[in-house]
């Protein structure tokens, strides 16, 4: 883009630069608050079929103007801060939480479309998720409100904990590839006619439902949307925000959302990837891409819905444990088989006798399938065999009752 | 058969905890699956109709689609006239404001102007609707049924003293009570028509038949004219009835009465929007048959006009009867400021 | 040991999840409830001072206003109660009309009940609003029936308000072929699910020696494991000719809370079968003609009614002095005293289990504060 602009409009490379950059930004920013929109909307509707209703359909065709009539009306409102905040802290949290969010989608893959190829892709999104955390806490402490205060505690201790499995999660398609960049992850899945996905690896199924999962935390989505539960903490941190700043804080959220659908879009569907995406090539094949990559992220955001539809809510403790006594462990165990993936799959002279049991490795025309074969029965064996292990661990433990008494209580155990 | 004849069994049953040994997702599982299910059929399948549906989408798009209210449904007490005498079926025997648990129903008797004896009808009758529970017992008690029940469910207003209706406001012609209810009617019809005849010969003059609008014995042919008269008449039965399908089946709307309600609510609009259009035509109408006041008549169209207010042929011809002068004098003020009212609202 | 600090929460009068305008003052320490105070009063009405100074008949719609999700059950309680001050004799076709709108609107209110506490927990509203799809459909018979759809006023002295006819019985037998879907349905959503089962099992337990100690009734109290039901310990209308069974449940947690009021509404549908079964002929009469409705004056003495109602023991006192209006009118209301054992119930759960606690109580302020 920086080269069309030098080269059609004459223009000085810092000029150049500086005006591809503001369009990239200016699209981004637009296409989140569009894509945030519709997602309201989107999710509205799907959870009232569920729920054998319409859902929003009066504003507009199907009621698809619905959420600007909601911005509308949010900014319209009286925008008021507790007497005993701390302003600055209440004013700059929905600013930390709305930038922390728009800076993940600079890595956003969007089809064949890459705003900014970083080498280091998947680690920015994962660093600039913990940002979050930030804008929660201010808020939470700044509100002066003890349930804004539960919350963003909660959200924090929440953040922390499923960031771990959420990285690791990514690990095995990182040592599978070979790199953090999410233009590299996305081009090493095009293959067998574009479906050459790494959810269809069992390495890659884990790490999908692994990472999924632990997403679902981080953009807060029930089950754990722990520190916005308003059946407890009436809005969380969010509780003593009105008008446009507590709209700030749904757009942070819903972007979020709309970022981990496109990221796990991006590394474990195949991205723009798919069936005639290179067949047709050049424009034609963008807009493909373009489309299948929507259909994967609004596929995954539809599952979103779908788990909000159904459960309930974890508890907090409920909720640590889940993270670190079920998805740690079985995070672990999925790096372990994903390098035993990559060692049957790859290893040649490294390790002579994978070739004299299954033949040299096979090249992208050529696939060896009795390695490939070798390696998905030994990593589904080993996942299952942890899966199984964790959570018959986890059963035993529920069984026991888990109700402190009174006397602990006395006793500060 | 006595209460004692059978003896019903039972057990106590402790309920299935299902404590399984192991839980592996499936649980959660079956319910996303169920959900999926219901978001299927209500995305693909039709429109929910009958009772024993559990699946389909359930809403009713309210100010398009109705439920058809059932005939015995309550809201606010009216009270009635007969369409062929214009006499009211009120004698203000108190039973309803005795019986009345928010006591909100205040009557005050109409006496007979030449001896002073009480009448067996109302000089006025005032419900607070604002404070009526819905109770349905002055309906109930009613030994005359003059006082019943409406359907009309949308009385939202911004004004508040308005809620405190008056015996003019109350008033419906029994025509209209028969549209929403017609198997009740019918059932008390005839006593009811019966009991109304002995009234008439114990009320004096016009005492009866001129809503409570105590502001003279001389508007007779006023209120004789009124119900003859095709235009207010006809409005007043036919509004109400095309607005609420007197059907008794409950549930869902079916495709004809949809059909029916989206004309009557079309007709509505149409009234609405017409302003002047039917009301005048009353009006004049009511204006020919009695010979009054151009002016007076005046008032009965722009009151009609207001959107939600009673039919016209209830209210027109009370301000008809306009005959001394200060009153008189008001009502030109009303209709004055009717008509600006009119004016701007256009 | 790090040295924690307690927070003194306030949860309501006005707060997503207190069913109305309740209040609990909330210890924490962390997340863990140290201390819970219930507070209400909020929705005062005096409907106790009202009932002595209103007629016998006149306090009928009020009492559609103390549970204002089944004020078929309050009429018929208090209808009984005056019936008994009174020496009145009831039809049999009233009896079983009472029955089956009492057990309509136990399936109503164990329907929207358990969608509420679901919606505690977090589900959302997706089995509420099933939930309500069968309430609307059964509060349009009521409607049909009783000219409201939920402040009935049903009930009379001696019988009912209005006889039900050959519509009504097919439209409910309509609505009764779709209950069953709707309880699998229910059923399956969530009570196998692993969430649902680590935060309902084992959490807000109310030992059956408390229970009995609290005098909680209904769901709660059979939950708890003791199987006391007025329908069969006291059998009241017709109650005696029905075959049903009494869930209860073994634990006494929002568990088993959650299970017993599913299984009642599967017995409460068992019971409908049969009153549809035995329904005498319409020739028996809906009312008692005898009984003067508007003037009666019982003689001088005292009642007390009850019946079982979805939340538990519902009872009327009424202390005759011969006059038109009680001398003296008391309300026994089983949402205000199951709410007393909510301390107990919530001290050492977290603080998200409390919310939860509270949903399975199932209260309605309309009824804790009269």
Redo the contacts between chains.
């Keep these: 883009m920086v080269e069309t602009f030098q080269q059609t409009f004459g223009a000085p490379l810092w000029l150049a630069v500086v005006l591809a950059s503001g369009l990239k930004v200016t699209l981004i920013l637009v296409g989140g608050s569009l894509g945030m929109m519709f997602l309201t909307w989107y999710e509205r509707r799907a959870?009232a079929y569920?729920?054998?209703?319409r859902g929003p359909n009066r504003v507009g065709p199907q009621g698809s103007l619905q959420p600007i009539a909601e911005a509308i009306k949010t900014m319209t409102k009286e925008d008021t801060t507790p007497l005993e905040a701390d302003r600055v802290v209440h004013f700059l949290a929905p600013v930390v939480m709305l930038a922390a969010t728009v800076l993940t989608f600079a890595i956003i893959p969007w089809g064949n479309l890459f705003p900014s190829d970083l080498s280091v892709g998947v680690l920015f999104f994962v660093a600039i998720g913990g940002l979050h955390t930030l804008g929660m806490l201010m808020a939470g402490w700044g509100s002066n409100n003890?349930?804004a205060l539960?919350g963003g505690m909660r959200g924090v201790a929440q953040m922390v904990s499923y960031e771990i499995p959420q990285v690791m999660a990514v690990i095995p398609i990182v040592l599978m590839t070979g790199t953090m960049s999410m233009q590299r992850i996305v081009e090493s899945q095009s293959g067998f006619g574009g479906l050459g996905w790494n959810v269809f690896t069992p390495v890659g199924f884990f790490a999908f439902a692994l990472f999924f999962v632990a997403s679902l935390a981080e953009g807060e989505r029930?089950?754990f949307?722990?520190p916005e539960?308003?059946?407890?903490?009436?809005a969380g941190y969010m509780t003593e925000y009105t008008g446009m700043k507590f709209a700030v804080f749904y757009l942070a959220n819903y972007m979020t959302n709309l970022a981990i659908c496109f990221i796990t879009a991006s590394i474990f569907l195949g991205g723009g990837n798919g069936p005639g995406v290179n067949e047709l090539g050049g424009f034609l094949g963008g807009f493909l891409s373009l489309i299948y990559f929507f259909i994967k992220a609004l596929f995954l955001f539809f599952i979103m819905v779908l788990i909000?539809?159904?459960?309930?809510?974890?508890?907090?403790?409920?909720l640590m444990g889940f993270a670190w006594k079920f998805l740690l462990p079985l995070v672990l165990v999925n790096i372990l088989s994903s390098a035993l993936w990559v060692a049957i799959i790859r290893w040649d002279q490294q390790a002579q006798i994978f070739t004299q049991w299954f033949g040299a490795p096979g090249t992208a025309d050529a696939p060896n399938f009795v390695r490939l074969g070798v390696a998905v029965a030994v990593t589904i064996m080993i996942n299952l065999g942890a899966l199984v292990m964790v959570m018959g661990l986890n059963n035993r433990a529920?069984q026991a009752?888990?109700?402190?008494?009174?006397e602990?209580?006395a006793l500060?155990l | 058969?006595t209460?004692?004849?059978?003896?019903?069994?039972?057990?106590?049953?402790?309920?299935?905890?299902?404590d399984q040994r192991f839980?592996a997702?499936?649980?959660?599982a079956?319910?996303l699956s169920?959900?999926f299910r219901?978001f299927r059929k209500a995305l693909f399948g039709k429109p929910n109709s009958?009772?024993?549906?559990?699946?389909g989408q359930?809403n009713v798009q309210y100010p398009e689609e109705r439920?058809s209210?059932?005939e015995?449904?309550?809201n606010m007490p009216i009270l009635l006239f007969d369409d062929a005498t214009g006499h009211e079926l009120c004698t203000s025997c108190f039973?309803c404001e005795?019986?009345?648990?928010p006591q909100v129903i205040h009557i005050t008797q109409a006496k007979d102007p030449a001896t002073g004896k009480p009448v067996p009808s109302a000089a006025e009758f005032i419900i607070e609707y604002d404070t009526c529970?819905?109770?349905?017992?002055c309906a109930?008690?009613c030994p005359f049924d003059a006082i019943k029940?409406d359907h009309d469910y949308e009385l939202s207003t911004s004004n508040h003293p308005e809620l405190d209706v008056n015996y003019n406001r109350l008033l419906r012609p029994v025509s209209y009570y028969e549209t929403i209810a017609p198997t009740l009617w019918n059932d008390v019809r005839e006593s009811a028509m019966k009991k109304l005849q002995n009234n008439i010969k114990r009320r004096p003059g016009a005492i009866g038949v001129d809503h409570g609008q105590k502001v003279g014995a001389k508007a007779a042919p006023a209120a004789v004219a009124r119900p003859a008269d095709p235009a207010g008449a006809g409005a007043s039965a036919v509004v109400p009835a095309a607005k609420r399908a007197p059907v008794?089946?409950?549930?869902k709307t079916m495709s004809e009465e949809k059909l029916a309600k989206l004309q009557s609510i079309r007709a509505d609009n149409q009234a609405k929007r017409g302003g002047a259009g039917a009301p005048v035509d009353s009006a004049h109408a009511v204006e020919a048959a009695v010979g009054v006041q151009p002016d007076t008549a005046q008032v009965a169209a722009p009151d009609a006009a207001t959107p939600g207010s009673v039919a016209p042929g209830a209210t027109g011809p009370v301000a008809a009867v306009g005959t001394s002068m200060s009153e008189e004098k008001r009502a030109k003020l009303e209709a004055i400021r009717a008509a600006k009212r009119a004016q701007g609202g256009e | 040991?790090l040295k924690t600090e307690e927070?003194r929460?306030n949860i309501g009068p006005q707060?997503?999840?207190t069913h109305g305008v309740f209040r609990m003052l909330v210890t924490v320490?962390g997340?863990?409830l140290?201390d819970l105070k219930p507070v209400f009063g909020y929705l005062h009405r005096n409907h106790e001072q009202l009932g002595e100074v209103?007629?016998y008949?006149?306090?009928?719609?009020?009492t559609d206003r103390l549970d204002y999700f089944n004020s078929m059950i309050n009429n018929h309680a208090y209808a009984r109660s005056v019936e008994m001050l009174a020496g009145i004799e009831v039809p049999?076709r009233a009896q079983y009309i009472r029955v089956i709108m009492d057990e309509l609107s136990r399936i109503l209110n164990h329907a929207t009940a358990l969608g509420f506490m679901?919606?505690?927990?977090?589900?959302?509203?997706?089995a509420l609003?099933?939930g309500l799809?069968?309430r609307?459909?059964i509060l349009?018979?009521f409607?049909?029936?009783?000219?409201?759809r939920m402040?009935c006023?049903y009930a009379r002295f001696g019988g009912v308000?209005?006889d039900i006819d050959d519509?009504f019985i097919t439209?409910t037998r309509?609505?009764m072929?779709?209950l069953p879907?709707?309880f699998d349905?229910f059923e399956?959503?969530?009570?196998?699910?692993?969430?649902?089962?680590?935060?309902a099992?084992?959490?807000g337990?109310l030992p059956k020696e408390l229970a009995l100690s609290y005098s909680v009734t209904g769901p709660v109290l059979r939950a708890s494991?003791v199987?006391y039901d007025i329908r069969?310990a006291e059998?009241y209308a017709?109650?005696?000719?029905?075959?049903?069974?009494?869930?209860?449940?073994?634990?006494g947690d929002v568990?088993?809370r959650f299970?017993?009021r599913i299984?009642e509404m599967r017995q409460a549908y068992r019971i409908l079968e049969q009153a549809f079964q035995q329904l005498p002929e319409a020739g028996g009469g809906h009312i008692n003609p005898k009984v003067k409705q508007?003037s009666l004056k019982p003689p001088i003495g005292e009642a007390y009614a009850r019946v079982e109602s979805p939340k538990g023991e519902l009872g009327f006192y009424l202390v005759s002095d011969g006059t038109g209006n009680a001398y003296r009118y008391k309300v026994r209301a089983p949402s205000f005293i199951n709410l007393t054992a909510l301390a107990d119930m919530c001290?050492?759960?977290?603080?998200?289990?409390a919310?939860v606690i509270l949903g399975s109580i199932d209260i309605v302020m309309g009824e804790v504060d009269r």
């Excluded at chain 2, 008794?248 to 549930?251: E, H, L, P, S, V």
């Design positions: 959870i569920m729920q054998d209703r003890k349930f539960l029930t089950p949307d722990i539960a308003d059946s407890e903490i009436v909000r539809a159904t459960v309930p809510r974890l508890r907090v403790d409920q529920s009752r888990m109700h402190t008494t009174d602990e209580l500060g | 058969m209460l004692a004849n059978r003896q019903g069994t039972g057990a106590v049953v402790p309920v299935e905890r299902n839980r997702g499936q649980g959660t079956a319910g169920i959900v219901k009958d009772r024993s549906d559990t699946e359930f439920l209210l059932p015995a449904y309550r039973q005795r019986v009345c648990p529970m819905s109770c349905g017992y109930e008690v029940m008794a089946a409950i549930g | 040991m927070l929460i707060h997503p999840s320490d997340e863990t140290v209103n007629s008949l006149q306090n009928m719609p009020f049999e679901l919606g505690d927990m977090g589900a959302w509203q997706t609003l099933w799809r069968e609307e459909k349009d018979l409607e049909y029936v009783s000219g409201a402040m006023n308000a209005r519509y439209e309509k609505l072929d779709g879907h709707y349905d399956g959503l969530l009570t196998n699910s692993e969430i649902m089962l680590a935060r099992r084992n959490i337990v494991g199987p069969r059998p017709v109650y005696d000719r029905f075959d049903f069974d009494i869930p209860v449940g073994t634990v568990y088993d299970l017993v299984a508007q001290k050492g759960y977290k603080l998200a289990d919310m």
